[in-house]
């Protein structure tokens, strides 16, 4: 069965470095989504990208978070300058196309860690 | 704006018994709903949506859920749990623009 990945699983980085989530989506998805929830809390929607945009961003995702697909598997989060508040469990999301009546298939999570 | 509300944060049944946990969302149009799981250090894992059609779902692992838009509610129900059915419990709603909003969570214990 399909599945989306994400590596690394857990990533400990010390606050103000840079880090780079990565994720692959289920290949003939077109949607793509990153997801985070900080420990005790809900999961909470950061950015949705489609066809090479952003089509929808949430006012966490500031100027310090960037998303990329860099080939034609990857998909990428990149934190500029990590803050310890960024720790977290980041998902990454796929979706197929006829968005809206499908459903988001979800990757294992990458757990943030920033000392 | 959209929300959802997951009124109980921690629930403990006894194995065998019937489980309902309750999801309330706030939507202006119809929504999509969804009941995911989660275990401990994993990921999220579909159980069941509803789209349109038929208000009572049905999903994986015995799971159903009833949505009844006169209460705004997406309810999440078992007949008989079983202690592999200990996890975290989210509800969420899909803007239909793909964002998922979700609830915060149901944890739920399943006592021998």
């Known amino acids: 069965e399909p599945e989306v990945t994400q590596t690394p699983s857990h990533q400990v980085t010390q606050m103000g470095q840079e880090v780079i989530l990565r994720c692959v989506p289920i290949?003939?998805?077109?949607?793509f989504y990153w997801y985070r929830q900080i420990l005790g809390q809900k999961v909470e929607f950061l950015v949705s990208f489609y066809n090479n945009e952003i089509s929808e961003k949430s006012e966490i995702f500031d100027d310090q978070f960037s998303v990329e697909r860099p080939d034609g598997s990857n998909f990428t989060l990149k934190i500029r300058s990590t803050k310890l508040e960024d720790s977290a469990m980041y998902f990454c999301a796929s979706s197929t196309p006829g968005q809206g009546n499908t459903e988001a298939f979800f990757g294992q999570g990458t757990r943030l860690t920033v000392v | 704006a959209q929300s959802v509300t997951q009124p109980d944060i921690h629930i403990t049944v006894s194995e065998g018994a019937s489980l309902e946990l309750r999801c309330n969302y706030s939507y202006g149009a119809t929504p999509y709903l969804f009941w995911y799981v989660q275990s401990p250090g994993q990921g999220l894992q579909l159980l069941l949506k509803y789209f349109s059609g038929d208000t009572l779902v049905q999903g994986i692992k015995g799971f159903e859920a009833e949505f009844k838009r006169s209460q705004s509610s997406f309810n999440l129900r078992k007949p008989s749990v079983h202690w592999s059915d200990a996890a975290e419990y989210f509800c969420?709603?899909?803007?239909?623009?793909?964002?998922?909003?979700f609830g915060q969570g149901t944890e739920l214990s399943v006592k021998p």
């Open positions: 969420a709603v899909d803007n239909q623009g793909g964002k998922l909003i």
């Open positions: 290949s003939n998805h077109l949607y």
